[in-house]
């Protein structure tokens, strides 16, 4: 098992532009989470899903957009970047919505 | 809006000493997790306690969280560089809440 895989790993914006995170987990799990970490701020949840077709708003919702077609995937839109959106970027999912796995992150630089 | 407050925020310490990071918080949670995040990677799961007062260890470290279920400290004893990272720990308050409330994190570095 893959686990929980996000890509890409690294990208440059520019204000303005557009762009989709992707996490894709082979775990089956229901649960399925967007975290933004920044530094000495901890993890703050944007986005979180408790089953395909169903998301909800987190603690951080503004600028971004998710959607989940499919357990396995769930990708994080950003419409137009904003300098404040540089951040590292968490994807996780969970069987139960209490352990969480998390991929291995993206690194946003919005200049 | 549920806190978890962690101290101390940084703590760089020599190979073998013990020290303890502590996680507070004035809400109850039904559990409490503890995640360890290596440089460049994901938070990885260390434990999960659930029940006031529960203890629980992983070789070198011992988790404890408060008979009341708003705190709970991890200690590890004669510590290693590879203990080096971010602990957070993560609350979970029940019911149909799915999701978890993250502390900022304890940075500890391990000097050879």
């Known amino acids: 098992n893959a686990g929980v895989t996000q890509t890409p790993k690294f990208r440059i914006l520019k204000i303005g532009q557009s762009m989709t995170l992707q996490c894709t987990q082979d775990m089956n799990h229901n649960y399925m989470y967007w975290y933004r970490q920044d530094p000495g701020m901890g993890l703050k949840l944007i986005y979180y899903?408790?089953?395909?077709?169903?998301?909800d708003k987190g603690e951080v919702p503004n600028g971004y957009n998710v959607s989940r077609s499919t357990t396995e995937d769930f990708p994080l839109r950003l419409e137009l970047a904003a300098p404040s959106q540089t951040s590292v970027y968490f994807c996780?999912?969970?069987?139960?919505?209490?352990?969480?796995?998390f991929g291995p992150g993206t690194r946003l630089l919005v200049l | 809006t549920q806190l978890l407050e962690q101290s101390p925020q940084f703590l760089s310490i020599q190979e073998g000493e013990n020290l303890t990071v502590y996680c507070n918080s004035s809400?109850?949670?039904?559990?409490l997790q503890w995640y360890r995040q290596e440089p460049g990677e994901g938070p990885v799961l260390l434990v999960t306690?659930?029940?006031?007062?529960e203890v629980k260890k992983l070789k070198r470290l011992t988790f404890q969280f408060g008979d009341a279920r708003k705190d709970s400290s991890l200690h590890i004893t004669a510590a290693q560089p590879g203990d080096t990272g971010l602990y957070l720990c993560?609350?979970?308050?029940?019911?149909?809440?799915?999701?978890?409330?993250f502390g900022k994190g304890t940075l500890l570095t391990v000097n050879p």
């Open positions: 809400s109850v949670f039904s559990s």
């Open positions: 306690v659930v029940t006031g007062g």
């Open positions: 996780a999912s969970s069987w139960t919505g209490q352990t969480q796995y």
């Open positions: 899903s408790v089953g395909a077709g169903i998301t």
């Open positions: 993560a609350g979970d308050s029940g019911g149909s809440n799915y999701k978890l409330t």
